[in-house]
């Protein structure tokens, strides 16, 4: 089963608006990451953030984690048209030892 | 230097036929990954090479499947006797020590299987 699961599956905005993301987990985890795909290509490293944050930020991205909840939230401020991609979060296998485990994604268009 | 490199970009067979993808981690990396994608779906793990150890195996979804990491730098993962299911991306990812760690991944090789 999935380590690690988003949602919404697809969600769709008008450009300037923001975009929130959120992802589960099932395990206790030493990190959780974010990561972009453009057109079923290779992934983009986005942000990690590690158990003993609760919020991250790099530049339009905004990440948080409840490790209580075993849950993250992406939130992208301000979108833009090459926004549009799709959105996994990714968290270790076991915890933290193991490799990464990736959820099935969050499909984003942002439209002009 | 450069990321992560695969080869080829894109690969046409015929179902039966045997296949090998290459990968190119960069150069320093101790940890590398293969994972599949079928179309609108997320990424599946296949296998993790990490430095010496012996490689954790346990997503390759059958015997057909292999891989192997020479000098503990490009990976060569191997299909047999391919079949229609095996038609997906196959990405490669490197992480500088440990899995958990950032990945940075290629851009992957598109297969279909006829």
């Keep these: 089963s999935q380590q690690g699961e988003e949602d919404p599956q697809a969600l769709s905005i008008q450009e300037g608006e923001n975009a929130t993301m959120n992802c589960s987990y099932k395990t206790s985890i030493n990190n959780l990451q974010w990561y972009r795909q453009n057109s079923g290509r290779g992934l983009v490293h986005l942000i990690l953030?590690?158990?003993?944050?609760?919020?991250?930020?790099?530049?339009?991205?905004?990440?948080?984690?409840?490790?209580?909840?075993?849950?993250?939230?992406?939130?992208?401020?301000?979108?833009?048209?090459?926004?549009?991609?799709?959105?996994?979060?990714?968290?270790?296998?076991?915890?933290?030892?193991?490799?990464?485990?990736?959820?099935?994604?969050?499909?984003?268009?942002?439209?002009? | 230097g450069a990321g992560v490199s695969q080869s080829p970009s894109n690969k046409v067979t015929e179902k039966g036929k045997d296949v090998e993808l290459r990968c190119d981690p960069i150069s320093g990396h101790t940890a590398l990954y293969w994972y599949r994608q079928s179309l609108g779906q997320g990424l599946e793990f296949l296998i993790y090479f990490q430095g010496n150890s012996a490689p954790d195996k346990s997503g390759l979804p059958s015997d057909r499947f292999s891989a192997e990491r020479t000098g503990g730098s490009v990976s060569t993962l191997t299909i047999q006797r391919t079949q229609q299911e095996d038609s997906a991306v196959y990405l490669c990812a490197s992480s500088l020590r440990r899995g958990w760690e950032t990945q940075y991944f290629g851009p992957g090789t598109r297969l279909l299987v006829l």
């Design chain 1, 49 to 112: 953030i590690r158990s003993n944050e609760r919020e991250k930020h790099s530049g339009r991205l905004r990440v948080t984690l409840d490790t209580s909840k075993k849950s993250s939230s992406l939130l992208i401020t301000a979108s833009r048209a090459a926004d549009t991609a799709s959105y996994f979060c990714a968290t270790p296998l076991g915890g933290s030892q193991g490799n990464l485990i990736f959820g099935k994604g969050t499909k984003l268009s942002v439209k002009p």
